[in-house]
């Protein structure tokens, strides 16, 4: 997989060939306290960038997480439906949200160290 | 952002890493290490909130005849050594705060809500009550959890419940908002670090505000500018059970018609059977009632989500759709108490 970049929204996405995988970051998750609900979109829903794609609902807050370019939706992660706290232990591994076939390449995420002076 | 104010543990908070929200003109710790697991300290075992952002006034205990008259519980006939929970009313028997009085014999402590301090001085001060605010030069501490009075038993001596207790040191009560039992401690700055060594030496877990708020959501309990507000009555609030004052009180009129009439609009207790939040200012209808949701949130112990709703009516069917940001989710008005 390609190296992982940051939105200003705090998704991140990893881009591999024509397919990105998006999540949020570990700040966001830090930022949102424990997650308890996610609602995921279903496959083969089509989003423009910036467009909302995924709705975390933590005990503090309900936040949403959208769509780094546009994209088709391939596959979605099931277990979060059943343990969204994976978005807490592991945002960026196990916690990915969905996969989706680039319809327009849009790269121009912040690379983490770019992100990091962004979030302090 | 203005200078927010702080408790005299904001230290201890910064170096347990907390996150910290503003709340009333206060800065608080929001959690240390989750709310979730602060919840289950605080229902399985024990843990410490710093509540010291809660207004507390010391009232002469001569001035109980006037008290008496502005809330709408009997604090003339509650014994000595006792606490109390109720509700200062306005003129149309709305609420003004929700408090806690901790009845001794020399004096009466007030303990009010953070974002009604002003309001309830204000309000003392119009009625000719003299007090002495001590908000400013004490520390208020809650420690509870099923295993939180075997603890403290190593400090002081323990009060029955709902009854309070002071010594050279600490003027506490076996009360709290969480529905576990505990304590809670007010204590002036000269002892506080004392009281925390205590708390850190045995273990028990600091939790926040976040937790705070699931854990009285859990046991039902209302939140003020939420549940309560100056436009709701005890009786549409659902706590009938604090009107034991007999005698005329601000607004007694409309309450005691309430009472017998039964109130317009009434607070409902739901669930939800799976984990989509129907948060604050969610519209909800039952049938032909239509209602807000007030509080809501994620129950730990239950994994589902719970909280309340004010119906503009008494609703005629127990099943309710939330509208939750446009999408339809249906849940259920319960009876009984989220938790047994």
């Known amino acids: 997989m390609s190296e992982i970049k940051y939105l200003e929204t705090h998704e991140w996405y ?70 969204p706290e994976v978005i807490n232990t592991d945002p960026c591994g196990d916690g990915w949200m969905v996969k989706a076939e680039v319809v327009n390449l849009d790269d121009s995420g912040m690379l983490y160290q770019e992100y990091e002076t962004f979030i302090s | 952002m203005p200078d927010s104010l702080v408790s005299p543990l904001h230290n201890y908070h910064t170096s347990q890493n907390a996150k910290f929200i503003d709340f009333a003109g206060w800065s608080m710790p929001f959690s240390y290490e989750g709310t979730i697991k602060e919840h289950n300290y605080v229902r399985e075992d024990k843990g410490f909130f710093d509540v010291s952002h809660m207004g507390r006034l010391e009232i002469q205990y001569n001035d109980i005849a006037i008290l008496q008259t502005l809330i709408c519980s009997d604090i003339e006939n509650l014994q000595v050594g ?26 009466i402590l007030l303990i009010c809500n953070a974002a009604n301090t002003l309001k309830i001085k204000e309000h003392l001060i119009t009625y000719s009550i003299s007090f002495n605010d001590v908000t400013n030069s004490t520390a208020l501490i809650a420690i509870q959890g099923p295993n939180a009075i075997q603890i403290m038993k190593g400090l002081v001596d323990i009060p029955d419940s709902f009854s ?18 505990g304590l809670e401690i007010m204590v002036s700055l000269d002892y506080v670090d ?76 739901f669930e939800i059977d799976t984990r989509a939040i129907a948060r604050t200012g969610t519209k909800v209808s039952a049938g032909e009632s239509g209602g807000v949701v007030t509080s809501g949130n994620f129950s730990p112990r239950l994994q589902k989500s719970i909280g309340f709703v004010m119906f503009e009516n008494q609703p005629s069917t127990d099943l309710i759709v939330f509208d939750i940001r446009g999408k339809l989710v249906e849940g259920k008005i319960l009876k009984k108490r989220f938790l047994n």
């Not at chain 2, 009129?253 to 609009?265: A, S, Y």
């Open chain 1, 14 to 83: 990893s881009l591999t060939e024509n397919k990105i995988t998006i999540g949020i970051s570990d700040y966001a998750q830090g930022e949102l306290g424990d997650i308890v609900f996610v609602t995921l979109p279903e496959v083969g829903q089509e989003f423009s960038k910036g467009e909302s794609m995924v709705e975390v609902e933590a005990t503090k807050t309900v936040a949403e997480a959208y769509a780094p370019m546009d994209c088709v939706i391939v596959e979605i992660n099931d277990r979060l439906e059943s343990e």
């Open chain 2, 82 to 107: 006792k606490a109390l929970y109720t509700i200062f009313t306005n003129n149309n028997g709305c609420a003004i705060d929700d408090v806690i009085f901790w009845k001794f014999q020399d004096k």
């Open chain 2, 164 to 181: 309070c207790l002071q010594n050279d040191q600490y003027t506490y009560a076996r009360t709290g908002y969480t529905g576990e039992d």
């Open chain 2, 194 to 269: 004392e009281l925390l060594d205590y708390l850190k030496s045995n273990n028990i877990s600091p939790c926040g505000l976040g937790s705070r708020d699931t854990l009285r959501l859990e046991a039902s309990l209302p939140l003020y500018g939420f549940e309560l507000s100056d436009e709701i009555t005890p009786v549409e609030a659902g706590l009938k059970w604090t009107i034991t004052n007999k005698q005329p009180y601000l607004g007694s009129e409309v309450i005691t018609e309430q009472l017998k009439n039964g109130p317009n609009k009434i607070l409902k207790k």
